[in-house]
């Protein structure tokens, strides 16, 4: 793992020595989802630019009092950006943003109502990515019923849970979307119970956007043999058969793109950065061509390129999506 | 005579903090050792957290800062435990005494020096509340106070979730609920310019001070204090003795959880400002129980196992800073615990070997 | 009669590792150990199982390694508080920081950093016995094409019912929890009861873990054990140390849980507030003890220790 | 007793310059004992005197710090029970070695359980034996009921079939005769005898001179942990023992004059009192007594003493009745209104209910006089006060060590006794003073488990009350102890006063009689 920037001072006379860090919500950098993914970029950017150009490191929280000593720790070590990962550290991070306004702050996954201006937020279109594995849930359901399992409720997981249930009424009218909440990112046994009872109740495909509660409901596709969609990374390993796509996240390319900004210089505070489908920054699993079909694929990609184009506007949240429907 | 008392205490005393001493000492060799298998430094691993705990005001702050809480859900089980009940509670009286806290920080308008006081007790009333139901289970119906708190910590988890999310404490698009008003704020703001701009200080550790000081007050000079001792000691003397058995398990279980709902309300006037919809129990209350049983239940003694605590917890994370896998405080801290185990029996014997020592001289 | 059925699967899915920990709590307390440390044996049972799982392969063999993961911490429990005689409490808070301490800082060794274990294929996961035995999707399959540790479990309840209650092992055990003293004056060797009881604690504990991260999931993470200890303590108090009513005490909590599932179904044509929901199984096991228990009472030992020629 | 069953050619046990230290304290200095094949042997001392020690050590619980034991002859090195049961050594603990939820026969296979296929214990076999067991040596028991639900001298029989189980032909017996009954001491006087007539031996502790009278051929006296003397009991008087026990002369009669009774402060009318399987063991009880009087209650143990005293104590729910102190009803008042009207209690059990023994000695002085203004001031202890007034009970009573600091667990119980009466006493004095009328001390088994110093000290207290006007009732289980200190004797049973009589007229038999149920006499 990164060292610290102890050798600061040997280097004075060379080029600039850039360290940019990031702190993980309770998940840890190994979760399997957006904090690995998050490292992942950091480790690429510092692969591209050797250590000499830039130091990446992070700090993982245990609790969410943890949030705002860490986030301080790296603004102690002179941090050129601060990552804050997940919109779990929105508070801690504004809360800095406002004490070390010489600072520079990125936020993943939450913007805020007066963006500060030395924090960027990355936000992304999960409901698209969403959006496109209904497409696929619609084109591949037998039984014309798909399951949704989210989490705890909220804006992230709203953008999952409406972008899906648009996709799947997009690919096949007749399809029904089943929504159930676990009100736990948890449990997974709660979601294995829950994709249980979807599965017997007809449901063929389940999204679940809800953590490792989502680890429990891939385990009931591979035990119920139904068909299981990940999300954030591409889940296809947790059950090669079932895991028929992902709604991918690539929080990796938006981090690596937002370090390079700041290398290059083209770096600019305060923005609202959305990673869209057109950027890459959301999308499906590659190892989707293992399990659907070409003709779906193909599908996909055309209402893709329509998403991209604006013709196909993807809904966020309840209200955008009750509007769709009208 | 009497002086002679005082040395013995004395002496007793100096023993009992010298045997936590050893056992935080055991404790760090066998982090150590668990580093060394983990092929990391042990040295530089623990002066990262020395450094990170000590290296700077701001530091000593935040690790205050972390404690405090700690020291309130461990004096409120530590208390629980000198009145013969184990209050596995804390967590959720912390999780009550927060929830109201942030209604009434939030949901009323005062003038500070009314806000902050009346915040305080409203919220330590609440959590008392929720700790004399327990209380009140036991004494009423028999019902282990264990699994009653137990359940009620899961009950509080989900009542805070759903009032964060379904009532107007929600904040639109937000996990947090809204925020408490400054004049329900207990951050020391002319000490935050000094340390840092982000770090939280606040009162919350005069205060916790204070609670210390009073609970020992009540535990060992009043009326009360004699009454929920004498509960704990031997329930059937205390009713001899015309003591309301009952009675007495439900205040003290109320004054528990009191203690634990005034750390929720601390820990959201002086550092979050408002509670957040939790993923996974946050384990205020059950690190309050380590805190406690290093402090061998004696209320003064947690001021000090709950700066520890704190320390550990603030400063571990700084292990990663030079790559060493933080658990190893957990691994610390479980040790230092298993050492306080068998070092009150080590200590138990040397005293009694000392006494019986002492006497044979004396005869 | 399907939801019926399904309902009862879910109730035998939470149950189930609860009752393997709650069994090993009867074992302990029966022989006069508090065992509160059970939330972390069963943690390192789960990261154990979980973790040998990858490597090894067989699910039985990694079963078992979670059981004796889970019995190595009880006998660090046995030490203190046997040997020792260190209070309980602090003993048991002190495993479950410890374990958990232990078993993410292992993961992280063995897994490159990680705080999770790789997934478990399928056919590396326990058995399910009865797979293919009926029809997919009948209530008899939804019922009982459960993970071999389903069937165990309640195989347990029987064999620790057994040996607590009608052979030497059992009397003996349940004699050095209520009198220690006068197992002692019978020659009985207080100490290596205890241990043994301890350990079968810990080595049950460890198994409900590992039937976590084997058979419900197929992987560690550090959330999967997350209060099961503590519920399972409280089954074996409110089953009133007897290994039948604490089963039974887990099945109410795993059928509690599954009712909060089945609530959560939005086919069903009333909603009710997710956190409302999630209540259901606090609050049904506050009131069912309200309404069935009355004071019940603990091995008379319990919690005290024993040293020979103390008074 | 002349007992012809002794085969002077078989030493059984031969103790031999035992001593046991703990720590620097020596329990045992030096102790010789023999004991031959068929006997009967007394070991008679103090509270303290090291006799259980001694026997521990017989028994293998304890390893002596230096001397040697022989068994039938052989040098035998006692390193565990296991040790000593294999060489035929039984014992009956002075505080019951039973395990309360088992049943009987459970108890008594313990440790050595007959074993059918898988492991199982095989039960039936277990309960035959222990029936065949009991025949054999009339110690009657019923197998399958549980230790909790018998009688404590059911219970010490369980204990004696526990030994004679394991094949015991030494049977060690601690103090057996403290929680019996009269009529209980004399079957275990004739099972003692049975044992004897079987070969087998028998070491008995007991404080009670006419019990080694009734039953030991042999005596030996151990004083401070020094071994005294073995003397032939039927050659030495009961005093001549007591001397030797205490080193010096004791009075066993309790010296008192005369009762003056005057008004009634107690009167109890129709009381009934339900215990706590429901069932009413005091049962429409009718009883007073006056100032200036010791009224003595006896009876069998679980004939609703304990249940009367609570009730009149304010720990126990009565059904229905009347209670009456000093004119003024206080039918189902809580503990401290009882206390405030004029009762006063030392309590059956001072571990339970006396003391609270975590508490320190100045602590249980105050128990249940913290909320005097003496004591503490709105809510706030006054220490100095409290403790003060310590020091002053301690002295008075002697209570040692007088550190009115130390927990009252640190203290022997006899000490533990003096700091009940010592509080009891000076409530007495200052309720009184302050009342101007008489108080009520109720004593239940005031001195069980004492030594003969402590018991001397508990009886004059005792009288001196009633001296002083105020009104005494003494429960116990000793007859002896309650025909010796009380004025009037009243005898329970079943929940009923079944006759009242003056001390003077009472003889053992008509009250064991009574006691039992037999027909009234008056
Ligand atoms: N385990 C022990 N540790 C320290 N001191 C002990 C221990 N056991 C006994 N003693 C002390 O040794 C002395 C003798 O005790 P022992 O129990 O043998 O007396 P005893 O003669 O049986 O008295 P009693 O009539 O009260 O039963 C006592 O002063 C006692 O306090
Ligand atoms: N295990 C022990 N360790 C240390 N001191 C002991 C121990 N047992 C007894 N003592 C001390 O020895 C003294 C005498 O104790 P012992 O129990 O023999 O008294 P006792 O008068 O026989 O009381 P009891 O009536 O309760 O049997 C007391 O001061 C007691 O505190
Ligand atoms: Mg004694
Ligand atoms: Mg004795």
Redo the contacts with the bound molecule.
């Keep these: 793992s990164p060292k610290s920037g102890s050798e600061k001072d040997k280097k004075a006379e060379g080029e600039k020595v850039f360290k940019i860090g990031m702190v993980t919500d309770t998940g840890g950098v190994n979760d399997e989802s957006f904090n690995q993914s998050a490292w992942a970029g950091l480790e690429k950017l510092q692969k591209e630019y050797g250590k000499e150009k830039v130091q990446v490191k992070y700090l993982e929280s245990k609790q969410d009092a943890d949030y705002v000593p860490n986030v301080e720790t790296l603004v102690d070590e002179d941090t050129d950006l601060i990552i804050g990962v997940g919109f779990k550290l929105a508070d801690a991070i504004e809360e800095a943003a406002k004490s070390y306004s010489d600072k520079q702050f990125a936020l993943i996954d939450a913007a805020y109502e007066k963006q500060p201006e030395n924090v960027t937020s990355l936000l992304f279109e999960d409901n698209v990515s969403a959006y496109l594995t209904g497409l696929i849930a619609g084109r591949m359901t037998e039984t014309k019923k798909v399951g949704f399992i989210g989490g705890i409720s909220g804006e992230v997981i709203d953008r999952f849970d409406y972008g899906f249930r648009a996709g799947v009424e997009a690919a096949n009218p007749n399809a029904e979307v089943t929504v159930q909440y676990a009100n736990s990112f948890t449990d997974a046994a709660l979601g294995k119970s829950i994709a249980n009872q979807m599965h017997k109740n007809g449901n063929d495909i389940i999204f679940s956007a809800a953590g490792a509660v989502g680890i429990g409901a891939i385990e009931a596709a591979k035990e119920n043999n139904k068909k299981a969609i990940g999300v954030d990374q591409d889940q296809n390993k947790l059950a090669p058969d079932n895991v028929i796509t992902s709604a991918m996240k690539n929080i990796d390319v938006a981090v690596l793109n937002l370090g390079k900004s700041i290398i290059d210089g083209t770096y600019k505070g305060g923005q609202l950065i959305v990673n869209t489908l057109d950027m890459d920054g959301v999308g499906i699993a590659p190892t989707s061509k293992k399990n659907v079909a070409p003709d779906v694929l193909e599908y996909v990609k055309g209402e893709a390129e329509k998403i991209k184009s604006g013709d196909i506007k993807v809904p966020q949240n309840e209200k955008e999506y009750k509007e769709l429907k009208k | 005579m009497s002086s002679n008392t005082k040395k013995k205490k004395m002496s007793l005393a100096d023993n009992a903090v010298l045997f936590s001493l050893i056992s935080i000492i055991l404790g760090l060799i066998v982090g150590a050792i668990a580093l060394l298998l983990a092929g990391e430094d042990p040295i530089v691993a623990y002066s990262a957290m020395l450094e990170g705990v000590f290296g700077k005001p701001k530091f000593i702050a935040w690790t205050i800062i972390r404690s405090t809480p700690l020291i309130l859900t461990g004096l409120s089980i530590a208390f629980a435990f000198k009145t013969g009940l184990f209050n596995i509670g804390a967590e959720g009286q912390f999780i009550i005494g927060a929830l109201v806290a942030t209604i009434v920080g939030a949901g009323v308008q005062l003038p500070a020096i009314i806000h902050i006081p009346f915040t305080l007790l409203v919220a330590g009333f609440a959590g008392g509340l929720w700790g004399g139901f327990a209380g009140w289970l036991k004494s009423k119906f028999g019902i282990n106070e264990v699994i009653a708190t137990i359940m009620l910590n899961w009950i509080a988890f989900y009542l805070s979730n759903f009032m964060i999310k379904s009532t107007w404490l929600a904040r639109p698009n937000s996990e947090a609920s809204v925020s408490i008003h400054d004049s329900a704020s207990i951050g020391i703001d002319w000490l935050t310019g000094l340390v840092g701009p982000a770090t939280k200080v606040n009162w919350g550790i005069i205060i916790s001070i204070i609670l210390v000081l009073i609970i020992a007050f009540i535990l060992f000079k009043t009326t009360l204090g004699f009454e929920l001792r004498g509960v704990g000691y031997n329930k059937f003397g205390a009713e001899y003795g015309g003591i309301n058995v009952s009675s007495s398990i439900l205040k003290s279980m109320a004054i528990a959880g009191l203690l634990a709902g005034i750390a929720g309300a601390i820990q959201v006037m002086g550092v979050s400002g408002n509670v957040t919809i939790l993923a996974a129990q946050e384990g205020y209350g059950f690190d309050g129980i380590a805190v406690a049983l290093i402090a061998n239940s004696n209320p003064i003694g947690v001021i000090f196992s709950g700066l520890l605590f704190g320390a550990f917890k603030y400063g571990g994370t700084k292990m990663q800073a030079v790559g060493a896998p933080s658990e190893v405080i957990n691994i610390v801290i479980g040790s230092i615990v298993y050492f306080i185990a068998l070092s009150s029996v080590l200590r138990m014997m040397y005293v ?1 070997f000392r006494d ?1 020592k002492n006497k044979g001289g004396n005869v | 009669m399907e939801d019926f059925a399904l309902i009862l699967s879910t109730t035998l899915m939470y149950s189930t590792p609860l009752i393997f920990a709650a069994l090993g709590g009867v074992f302990s307390e029966n022989s006069g150990i508090i065992n509160i440390g059970i939330e972390g044996m069963m943690t390192i049972g789960a990261f154990a199982g979980a973790a040998a799982g990858v490597i090894i392969g067989n699910p039985w063999i990694a079963f078992m390694i979670g059981g004796i993961a889970g019995g190595i911490f009880a006998l660090i429990h046995g030490i203190a508080t046997i040997s020792f005689n260190a209070d309980h409490t602090i003993s048991g808070v002190a495993i479950n920081l410890l374990a958990p301490g232990v078993a993410l800082f292992a993961s992280k060794i063995m897994f490159d950093g990680a705080t999770m274990t790789p997934t478990i294929p399928m056919e590396n996961k326990i058995p399910r016995p009865l797979n293919g035995l009926f029809p997919s999707g009948s209530v008899l399959d939804i019922i009982f094409n459960s993970y071999a540790t389903v069937f165990l479990a309640f195989i347990l309840v029987v064999v620790v019912w057994y040996v607590l209650y009608k052979t030497r092992f059992g009397l003996r055990v349940r004699a050095v929890g209520e009198h220690p003293g006068s197992a002692d004056t019978l020659g009985i060797n207080v100490a290596l009861t205890r241990y043994s009881a301890v350990i079968i604690s810990g080595v049950l504990a460890g198994l409900g873990g590992a039937s976590m991260s084997l058979a419900v999931v197929s992987s560690f993470r550090p959330t999967l054990i997350s209060g099961q200890g503590y519920i399972a303590i409280a089954a074996v108090i409110f089953g009133k140390w007897r290994p039948q009513w604490a089963m039974a005490a887990c099945l109410l909590f795993g059928f509690s849980t599954a009712l909060s599932v089945y609530f959560g179904n939005p086919e069903l044509p009333f909603s009710i507030n997710e956190n409302l929901l999630s209540m259901i199984p606090y609050i049904v096991t506050l009131i069912v003890l309200v309404i069935f228990v009355k004071s019940s009472k603990a091995p008379a030992a319990l919690g005290s220790s024993y040293k020979k ?3 | 007793m002349n007992n012809s069953n002794i085969d002077y050619s078989q030493k059984v046990v031969e103790m031999k310059k035992i001593t046991k230290m ?2 620097n ?1 020596v329990a045992n200095d030096n102790i010789d004992l023999t004991v031959h094949k068929g006997e009967v042997h007394a070991l008679l001392g103090e ?2 005197a090291g006799k ?1 020690t001694l026997m521990n050590i017989l028994y293998g619980l304890y390893h002596q710090t230096s001397g040697e034991i022989h068994i039938n002859g052989n040098l035998v090195n006692m390193d565990n029970p296991n040790v000593a049961i294999s060489n035929g050594i039984g014992m009956v603990h ?1 505080h019951f070695m039973l395990v309360q939820p088992f049943t009987v026969a459970q108890n008594i296979i313990l440790g050595t359980e007959p074993i059918k296929g898988m492991g199982a214990i095989d039960i039936k076999k277990a309960v035959k034996d222990v029936e065949a067991l009991s025949q054999k040596y009339g110690l009657y028991v019923d197998p399958n009921k549980k230790i909790e639900d018998i009688t404590v001298g059911m219970q010490q029989r369980v204990e004696i079939l526990k030994a004679l189980y394991r094949g015991a032909e030494i049977l060690i017996l601690d103090e057996p005769t403290a929680v019996l009954t009269p009529q209980e001491i004399q079957e275990l006087m004739q099972i003692i005898r049975n044992l004897t007539r079987e070969g087998k031996s028998v070491i008995i502790i007991t404080h009670k001179l006419k019990e080694i009278k009734a039953s030991a051929d042999y005596c030996t006296i151990i004083r401070r942990g020094k071994y005294i003397d073995t003397v032939k009991v039927s050659e030495s008087s009961e005093d001549d023992l007591a001397a030797k026990m205490v080193g010096r002369e004791v009075n066993f009669k309790v010296d008192k004059i005369e009762a003056k009774p005057q008004e009634v402060v107690l009167q109890i009318k129709d009381l009934t009192v339900k215990d706590n399987r429901k069932i009413s063991v005091v049962d429409e009880l009718s009883l007073e007594v006056k100032a200036g009087e010791i009224l003595g209650v006896a009876g069998i143990d679980g004939n609703g003493q304990s249940e009367l005293v609570e009730a009149l104590t304010g720990l126990r729910k009565s059904e229905s009745g009347s209670i009456k102190i000093n004119g003024q009803e206080v039918f189902n008042k809580k503990p401290k209104e009882m206390f405030t009207s004029g009762i006063k209690n030392i309590p059956e059990d001072r ?1 339970k209910r006396g003391l609270i023994l975590d508490f320190s000695v100045a602590e249980n002085m105050v128990l249940q006089n913290y909320k005097d203004h003496r004591f503490s001031k709105n809510g706030i202890l006054n220490k100095d006060a409290i403790d003060k007034y310590a020091e002053a009970i301690v002295e008075r009573f002697d209570v040692r ?1 007088t550190d009115h600091t130390t927990k009252a ?8 006794q003096k700091v009940i009466i010592g509080r009891e006493v000076d409530n007495i004095e200052i309720s009184r003073a302050a009342t101007q009328k008489a108080q009520l001390l109720i004593a239940t088994q005031p001195t ?4 003969v110093g ?1 018991i001397e000290f508990v009886h004059k207290s005792l009288v001196k009350q009633r001296d002083e006007g105020n009104a005494v009732l003494l429960v116990s289980l000793e007859l002896d102890e309650v025909m010796n200190v009380s004025d009037r004797i009243a005898v329970i049973y079943e929940g009923k006063i079944v006759g009242i009589m003056d001390a003077k007229d009472a003889d053992e038999n008509t009250l064991g009689l009574m006691m039992a149920g037999g027909e009234e006499h008056e």
Aim: charged share 25%.
């Design positions: 009694k019986k | 020629g103390e008074r | 703990f720590g304290f509270n303290g259980s002075q571990h060590p667990r640190s203290l022997s119980g006899g000490n533990q069980r488990g004492l030594d402590a």
